[in-house]
Structures are given as structure tokens and as C-alpha cells.
């Protein structure tokens, strides 16, 4: 079924590639970088079965907004895409932002910086005869490298338990939908699914498979062509 996904895509991506001679195709002979930026939350997604660890210390995973100890956090994220053809983008970027979450004993406040890259895919552009919208869909996958550092703190008292801090890899998978509010700028909404494969975001790593997060945000995208001198 994967197999017969990717041939649909990989076809579909190579037919819109070849429209040497529709508008749509011409148009990304020069206008291919564009630039956005982005702001919103990052969530701590409860995972207990994914925090089994190897030293069978019975804990609770944490999560986001579960006591009055968390906090909003927040992220704030630059990226750079380059569009191979009509459907498929490459792109590249960074972020920064904190980390929030809580159990039924314990918190941690977490720093985060990151660098991304993958490929996004437009939807909206699949067909030979792409049809005139504002809206568009772009389903995205990367690799990150992120640096991390995370404080973690007893809830009775309030103090400092242990911190970890280090650089570790990871993966993204989401999409991001956008409506044009002119033919190169639009705004843009994102939800991301964020691999962590570190098991000590929280301020502790007890051996686990790791800490995945949910990214939300929204934000802007400028094209860059020669026409926006005209805006």
C-alpha cells in the first residue's frame, strides 16, 4: 500500500513538472524561493507506553496544561522553501521556543533550538489542469537537530530535582494549510508531529524511546519574485 501511495505521488509530481508549456509550470521557472515566518505552541504529548524505561522506575510521562504548574510554551520558527516543480518543496529553517509539562509529582521547564529540513507536497497542485484557488495543502516530512535544556522540579516545594541538557535528532511529520490573500503572500496555519529521540526533554532521561511533541502554528509567506515591486 506505501508502495502504491508514493508511485501515485511520484507520478502525479512528475506529470505537473512536465507542463513546460502551461502558465502555472512557467511561473516557477524564476519564482521558486519563498520565506515564512510562524509563532505558536508546543504540547507535550502523554506517551506512557513510549516512557517504559530501562531501569523499571514506575513513572507517569508528562504531558501539557496538566497542573497549575504549566506554562504556555511557546515557539517561534523561520524557514526557507525552495520549489523543485509545482508539487514538490524543499525546505529549510529554525526555531526556538520552551517546553512545559507536569505528572502527578513532578514538572520541568524545558529551552529548545532546532534545525529543520525536508519536503513538503502540494496538494493543490496534482492535477494537469491545477484549478485557480486560494487555498493550499501542503503535507510536509523532515529531520531535525535540535539542542535542548530541561529543569525538572518536585511539585510539593517546588525544588530543583535534576537537568539534562544535550543535542539529539529527530523527525517531523505534519501539513500546513495556506490561503492566498495575494498571488505571493499568503497566511498559513501548521500542525506538526515532532520525534524526539531523547528520553530527557522532560529533565530526566530514564532510558526510554523518547518524547514526541505536537507543534501548532501560524504565520506568514512571502514569495519572492520580481513582482513584488508592483504590490
Known amino acids: 500500500m506505501r508502495k502504491l501511495i508514493f508511485a501515485f505521488l511520484v507520478v502525479y ?32 504529548l502523554y506517551q506512557p507506553l513510549s516512557d517504559a524505561n530501562l531501569v523499571l522506575i514506575p513513572i507517569r510521562d508528562f504531558r501539557s496544561f496538566y497542573t497549575e504548574f504549566d506554562r504556555f510554551a511557546w515557539n517561534l520558527q523561520g524557514q526557507v522553501s525552495y520549489a523543485l516543480n509545482p508539487v514538490w518543496n524543499l525546505y ?22 532546532s534545525v529543520d529540513m525536508g519536503m513538503k507536497y502540494n496538494l493543490s497542485n ?23 535544556s530541561s529543569d525538572l522540579y518536585y511539585l510539593f516545594d517546588e525544588t530543583s530535582q535534576h537537568t539534562e541538557s544535550g543535542d539529539v535528532f529527530g523527525f517531523n511529520i505534519g501539513t500546513e494549510l495556506h490561503f492566498a490573500l495575494h498571488k505571493n503572500i499568503s497566511v498559513f496555519g501548521s500542525f506538526v508531529r ?14 526510554g524511546n523518547g518524547d514526541d511533541y505536537f507543534r501548532t502554528n501560524i504565520g506568514v509567506r512571502l514569495k519572492l519574485v520580481l513582482s513584488l515591486i508592483h504590490i
Open 13 to 44: 509530481g512528475h506529470n505537473a513538472f512536465g507542463q513546460s508549456n502551461n502558465s502555472e509550470s512557467n511561473r516557477y521557472t524564476s519564482d521558486r524561493f519563498s520565506i515564512q515566518a510562524s509563532l505558536g505552541n508546543n504540547f507535550d
Open 92 to 113: 529549510a529553517g529554525g526555531s526556538l521556543g520552551t517546553m512545559s509539562g507536569s505528572n502527578n509529582t513532578d514538572y520541568y521547564r524545558a529551552s529548545l533550538f
Open 126 to 148: 496534482i492535477r494537469i489542469r491545477p484549478r485557480k484557488t486560494r487555498w493550499q495543502l501542503l503535507p510536509l516530512i523532515g529531520v531535525t537537530y535540535n539542542y535542548f
Open 194 to 207: 515532532r520525534g524526539f529521540r531523547s528520553d530527557g526533554l522532560d529533565g530526566w532521561d530514564y532510558g
